[in-house]
């Protein structure tokens, strides 16, 4: 298990939300370390965690019950107070006045009683006790979202916090891994993995980017084979039109249309799978920046997520010829998926950013930055590899003329050009602000 580091954020707003009680939301994608982060929060606090598990209700209950009897006064007086209802289980909380108690992997106990959400609602309302808090939380993001963001679920706008986890830093990985964030072998490594902890256990330090993919999709039972399978399952996503869009989106093709002519049905017949997708942040829906998605017509879909991304795009096209690859062309397959998750990761460390494309131009990163007043854009062009002195000048020129053609470009002006490469990597400073800002979303 990798050492736990950072986090310090979402410590901080936990112990904030502590001091005043109520109801806490955590949500995240399963392996973002969501649990490690709150049972090492909860040890310190004193707090009870249970975690539920999937099954009836009573079959819940009872290890609910089991896993906080110890701490919880009024759950340890003996097997005739263990609860028959979710009502009696939470009377059985308000009884002990236990003043931190964490339940997660909550959408369990929703999806064996769809009328457990309306007697969360009225213990919130009605029954707990004053600076008691009580956190939930959950894996599925559908099924987060549809109980506490859905305006017409019971608990919706009953949460004082509903509290993200996001996947974690590019430094946060070089840290836990010990690898030096300056050096580009390490961001490769990190575009196998993202942010999320669980697979950085994977990671040996002295092992090449080629060698990791090995070990972790190429290898005799990869760890990675069936993981977009079973992230499908924990969202309730099934069929196999979902893992046909993924497929899609992997091997290119990014516009609806696109993706619906690979799978050879009408766009009309997706929409359903494309929305159960984002929701479940398994894929990410873009719009050209500026433009509103209650207006515009023109989406791209992109699989946001490294590791599921590199699954699409090289694993599953190459893996039965992949052995039998030079070195060089390991390299190189992999060298076509860091290039586009350099790019993401710069736009996602630009909270406001977005791609913005128009007939035939295309640009990486589009932001307004103000200073002293005045608001200028400002157009990034990410290259994956160190540009040279002259490239980057006829890069500036060619981006620079290419905007004032574009629309926003009549709106806002003149852009200011800044070409990226990857040797941001070796500027410390300014990698840790756009890694904080990043954490910050």
């Given at each position: 298990?990798?050492?736990?580091?950072?986090?310090?954020?979402?410590?901080?707003?936990?112990t904030a939300?502590?001091?005043?009680?109520?109801?806490?939301?955590?949500?995240?994608?399963?392996?973002?370390?969501?649990?490690?982060?709150?049972t090492?929060?909860?040890a310190?606090?004193g707090?009870?965690?249970?975690?539920?598990?999937?099954?009836s209700?009573?079959?819940?209950?009872?290890?609910?019950?089991?896993?906080l009897?110890?701490?919880?006064?009024?759950?340890r007086?003996?097997?005739e107070?263990?609860?028959r209802?979710?009502?009696?289980?939470?009377?059985?909380?308000?009884?002990?006045g236990?003043?931190i108690?964490?339940?997660?992997?909550?959408?369990?106990?929703?999806?064996?009683?769809?009328t457990?959400?309306?007697?969360?609602?009225?213990?919130?309302?009605?029954?707990?006790?004053?600076?008691?808090t009580?956190?939930?939380?959950?894996?599925?993001?559908?099924?987060?979202?549809?109980?506490?963001l859905?305006?017409?679920?019971?608990?919706?706008?009953?949460?004082?916090k509903?509290?993200?986890?996001?996947?974690m830093?590019?430094?946060?990985?070089?840290e836990?891994?010990?690898?030096?964030?300056?050096?580009?072998?390490?961001?490769?490594?990190?575009?196998?993995?993202g942010?999320?902890p669980?697979?950085w256990e994977?990671?040996?330090?002295?092992?090449?980017?080629?060698?990791?993919?090995?070990?972790?999709?190429?290898?005799?039972?990869p760890?990675f084979?069936?993981?977009?399978a079973?992230?499908?399952?924990?969202?309730?996503?099934?069929?196999?039109?979902?893992?046909?869009?993924?497929?899609?989106?992997?091997?290119?093709?990014?516009?609806?249309s696109?993706?619906?002519?690979?799978?050879?049905?009408?766009?009309?017949?997706?929409?359903r799978?494309?929305?159960?997708?984002?929701?479940?942040?398994?894929?990410?829906?873009?719009?050209?920046?500026?433009?509103?998605?209650r207006?515009?017509k023109?989406?791209?879909?992109?699989?946001?997520?490294?590791a599921?991304?590199?699954?699409f795009?090289?694993?599953?096209?190459?893996?039965?010829?992949?052995q039998?690859y030079?070195?060089?062309?390991?390299?190189?397959?992999?060298?076509?998926?860091?290039?586009?998750?350099?790019?993401a990761?710069?736009?996602?460390?630009?909270?406001?950013s977005?791609r913005?494309?128009?007939?035939?131009?295309?640009?990486?990163?589009?932001?307004l930055?103000?200073?002293?007043?005045?608001?200028?854009?400002?157009v990034?062009?990410?290259?994956?590899g160190?540009?040279?002195?002259?490239?980057?000048?006829?890069?500036?020129?060619?981006?620079?003329?290419?905007?004032?053609?574009?629309?926003?470009?009549?709106?806002?002006?003149?852009?200011?050009?800044?070409?990226?490469?990857?040797?941001?990597?070796?500027?410390?400073p300014?990698?840790?602000?756009?890694?904080?800002?990043?954490?910050?979303?």
């Amino acid at each position: 298990m990798v050492d736990f580091v950072n986090r310090k954020l979402e410590l901080s707003e936990l112990t904030a939300l502590a001091e005043r009680g109520g109801l806490v939301v955590v949500y995240g994608r399963r392996r973002v370390g969501k649990s490690r982060l709150l049972t090492r929060w909860l040890a310190e606090r004193g707090g009870l965690y249970a975690q539920a598990i999937e099954g009836s209700p009573a079959m819940q209950m009872e290890q609910l019950g089991r896993d906080l009897r110890e701490g919880a006064g009024a759950l340890r007086q003996g097997p005739e107070l263990t609860p028959r209802t979710w009502v009696e289980f939470f009377e059985l909380l308000r009884l002990d006045g236990h003043p931190i108690v964490c339940i997660d992997e909550f959408p369990y106990l929703v999806l064996a009683d769809s009328t457990l959400p309306s007697v969360v609602q009225r213990f919130v309302d009605h029954r707990m006790p004053k600076g008691m808090t009580l956190i939930l939380a959950g894996s599925s993001m559908r099924m987060m979202h549809d109980t506490f963001l859905n305006r017409g679920a019971p608990l919706f706008g009953r949460a004082a916090k509903l509290l993200p986890i996001r996947p974690m830093s590019y430094l946060a990985f070089a840290e836990s891994v010990g690898n030096a964030a300056a050096l580009r072998g390490t961001f490769e490594k990190f575009s196998l993995v993202g942010g999320v902890p669980r697979y950085w256990e994977f990671v040996r330090p002295r092992a090449s980017a080629v060698e990791l993919s090995e070990s972790l999709f190429f290898g005799f039972a990869p760890y990675f084979g069936e993981e977009p399978a079973r992230l499908l399952k924990d969202e309730g996503i099934q069929g196999q039109n979902p893992l046909s869009v993924l497929e899609a989106v992997g091997r290119g093709a990014t516009k609806p249309s696109e993706i619906a002519a690979r799978l050879g049905t009408a766009q009309s017949n997706l929409t359903r799978i494309f929305d159960a997708l984002v929701d479940a942040a398994l894929l990410a829906r873009e719009i050209p920046f500026g433009e509103s998605s209650r207006t515009t017509k023109r989406v791209l879909y992109c699989i946001a997520d490294p590791a599921l991304r590199f699954h699409f795009h090289v694993y599953s096209p190459h893996r039965t010829r992949w052995q039998h690859y030079a070195a060089e062309e390991k390299a190189r397959l992999v060298a076509t998926h860091v290039g586009p998750v350099f790019e993401a990761w710069y736009r996602a460390a630009h909270p406001g950013s977005g791609r913005y494309w128009e007939g035939e131009r295309e640009f990486d990163v589009v932001r307004l930055e103000t200073s002293r007043g005045k608001t200028r854009p400002v157009v990034s062009e990410l290259k994956w590899g160190e540009v040279t002195k002259a490239e980057r000048v006829r890069l500036e020129e060619r981006i620079a003329l290419a905007w004032t053609a574009t629309t926003p470009g009549k709106k806002y002006g003149p852009c200011e050009v800044e070409i990226v490469d990857s040797s941001l990597l070796k500027d410390a400073p300014r990698m840790k602000r756009l890694c904080a800002a990043q954490e910050r979303g």
